[in-house]
């Protein structure tokens, strides 16, 4: 049971919203593994060849957005708040380039 708490502690830290960014990237960096450069349009395919690379790119610009609020939250916070920013900024920071670095084959695919 306390066990249980500390994790639920831990989800409390990061936030609702940083969660489902969090959740969703890791959604993505498995989707990447489906994704071979060849664009599918009328079955399950879809979601890893045209839907998930879309999302990736947008998130390419919105995860360092929201580490960078991190660090301007951090700089104005109490002594007792900063650890909590320091662990967001390292888990988005891990998220994010295991992110690039899964869908790094697929748009050097794409672009070369």
Wanted: neutral net charge; aromatic residues 12%; proline residues 4%.
């Amino acid at each position: 049971m306390n066990t249980l708490r500390k994790i639920n502690q831990n989800y409390a830290d990061f936030g609702v919203l940083r969660l489902v960014l969090i959740s969703l990237c890791l959604v993505l960096i498995g989707l990447s593994f489906l994704a071979d450069g060849i664009t599918y349009m009328h079955d399950w395919r879809l979601i890893p060849s045209v839907l998930a690379p879309s999302i990736v790119m947008m998130l390419v610009f919105a995860v360092p957005l929201d580490i960078t609020m991190a660090f301007v939250f951090r700089s104005d916070s109490d002594e007792s708040e900063k650890p909590r920013f320091n662990k967001i900024i390292k888990t988005e920071s891990i998220v994010y380039f295991l992110l690039l670095a899964c869908w790094a084959p697929f748009f050097l695919k794409i672009l070369s």
